[in-house]
């Protein structure tokens, strides 16, 4: 059984940071390329960070370029979200979703439809 389960999230002060764990089961990264998503009340999931299936090729949207970090450990079949100097409009619910190519690319989406898996979400509260 495809299975992603965050973990990670929690209240933190402006500034912080958290690292946010995407553990999959049921299947290895090795063709699959990641997205971390996040979705804030009232508003419509949003793409955060991707990572291609060649484990190198990154995108980060703007509201979080040079603070996010994405990563993998295939070694864990893990993929994580490094969050640094986080601010209140962090504040989200973070899903992790996976699609698996039939080869290696250098590419990766931030589009939810892209993706055939989704974890069940991790609540991070960023606030003074």
């Known amino acids: 059984q495809v299975q992603l389960v965050e973990s990670g999230g929690g209240l933190v002060q402006p500034g912080d940071s958290l690292r946010l764990s995407c553990a999959a089961s049921?299947?290895?990264?090795?063709?699959?390329?990641i997205g971390w998503f996040r979705q804030a009340p009232g508003s419509e999931r949003e793409g955060v960070s991707c990572?291609?299936?060649?484990?190198?090729?990154?995108y980060y949207a703007d509201s979080v370029k040079g603070r996010f970090t994405i990563s993998r450990d295939n070694a864990k079949n893990t993929v994580y979200l490094q969050m640094n100097s986080l601010k209140p409009d962090d504040t989200a619910v973070y899903y992790c979703?996976?699609?698996?190519?039939?080869?290696?690319?250098?590419?990766?989406?931030?589009?939810?439809?892209?993706?055939?898996?989704w974890g069940q979400g991790t609540q991070v509260t960023v606030s003074s």
């Open positions: 049921g299947f290895t990264l090795d063709y699959y390329a």
């Open positions: 990572l291609g299936n060649n484990g190198v090729t990154t």
């Open positions: 979703a996976a699609v698996r190519y039939s080869g290696i690319y250098s590419y990766c989406s931030v589009k939810t439809r892209d993706y055939m898996y």
